[in-house]
């Protein structure tokens, strides 16, 4: 691990910086310095035009390697319910518009979802993270669970106050932040990259 002293986070999503360090930290990546796009204001935006969580992923990761060159961890990831095909789907934050609120957001699931008796659900996640000698390495992972009638629970953010996870009895946005960390989509993605980054560099 010693071989990799920062990583390049390509986002400024401050909730996802927020819950990968702490994963991070918990994955014996204690000493690796964490960058976010808001220390390389020079970037552009990066269009998230792909049409998989995969290519968006790739999308990002590949953008900032280029400027770069220096570890890049990008993610992208969102809400797919069973009764609208998939949907919100890789459009999870963009579903209420380019400026769509947390509220504006479950307001229109819920009222999409009403009268709809299926209400299975999945939050998937894909992680990319392309090495300084341009060696791509990815993982997903993914969480099942309901879409509930109404928002319960003040933390976490996006669709998480609606998400109910059966076996806890809970919605995501009802649960301990350590206990979300512990079984989201986000971090099975993270854990498999890890896993296979660690591989890696053993070979190396």
């Given at each position: ?63 900032v390697w ?8 990008a993610?992208?990831?969102?809400l797919?319910?069973h009764?609208?095909n ?12 380019p400026?769509g ?57 996006g ?46």
């Amino acid at each position: 691990m010693t071989k990799i002293k920062e990583v390049i986070l390509a986002t400024k999503n401050q909730n996802k910086v927020k819950e990968i360090k702490k994963i991070l930290k918990e994955s014996n990546f204690k000493n690796i310095k964490i960058k976010t796009l808001l220390d390389f204001p020079d970037i552009p935006e990066i269009s998230e035009d792909a049409k998989t969580f995969y290519g968006n992923a790739l999308l990002k990761a590949k953008t900032v390697w280029r400027y770069l060159k220096k570890p890049v961890l990008a993610e992208d990831s969102g809400l797919c319910v069973h009764a609208l095909n998939g949907m919100p789907g890789i459009r999870s934050a963009r579903f209420a518009g380019p400026d769509g609120t947390q509220k504006k957001l479950i307001s229109k699931l819920l009222l999409m979802m009403k009268n709809k008796k299926d209400r299975r659900a999945f939050f998937k996640a894909v992680v990319v993270m392309i090495l300084p000698s341009g060696k791509i390495i990815s993982g997903s992972g993914t969480v099942k669970g309901y879409i509930s009638d109404k928002p319960k629970g003040n933390k976490g953010f996006g669709y998480d106050p609606v998400f109910y996870y059966p076996p806890l009895k809970k919605t995501f946005a009802e649960l301990k932040t350590e206990e979300k960390n512990r079984l989201s989509h986000r971090r099975k993605a993270l854990e498999r990259v890890f896993n296979k980054l660690r591989t890696f560099l053993k070979k190396d």
